[in-house]
């Protein structure tokens, strides 16, 4: 079974190793220890716990929308450039940074500026999973 150590399970959560620390320590998130005494969290178990933070992190208002789409990447807008017709809109979801050109009038009604939390809610008929140890 894959585990990960601490800090890179920080790094896929997109939080500080401390943090992760903690939410073991409180009994948020299971770990072991390995033969040397190291925590691990055992890769099932951090699914688990970033499926349901991102279901309970999601304001309320967002449980009464219905979409076919199921990538979500709850972030903070750090750019908005906008022009006469278009807007290209940038969000820090974590350790993704998200780029969405949209029209400008859609920027405007979503009130996008930066520092505003925003969702990036992606559809896409072609998506690359890329693995850096199938083990």
Known sequence: MTTFRISEAAGLLGVSADTVRRWVD???LPAER??????RVPGAE???????QARGGSPPEQ????????????????????????AQVEIQAG?????????REAA????????VVAEAVVKS?????EVSDPG
């Open 26 to 28: 409180g009994g948020r």
């Open 108 to 115: 405007d009604e979503l009130g996008l500026r930066v520092g």
């Open 125 to 129: 008929t072609n998506v690359v999973v």
């Open 95 to 103: 350790p993704f940074r998200l780029v969405s050109l949209m029209s």
């Open 34 to 39: 390995d033969e040397h005494g190291h925590r």
């Open 63 to 86: 449980a009464e929308r219905f979409s076919s789409a199921r990538n979500r990447l709850r972030g903070i807008v750090t750019d908005v450039v906008r022009d006469g017709v278009m």
């Open 46 to 52: 951090l699914a688990a716990f970033v499926r349901d």
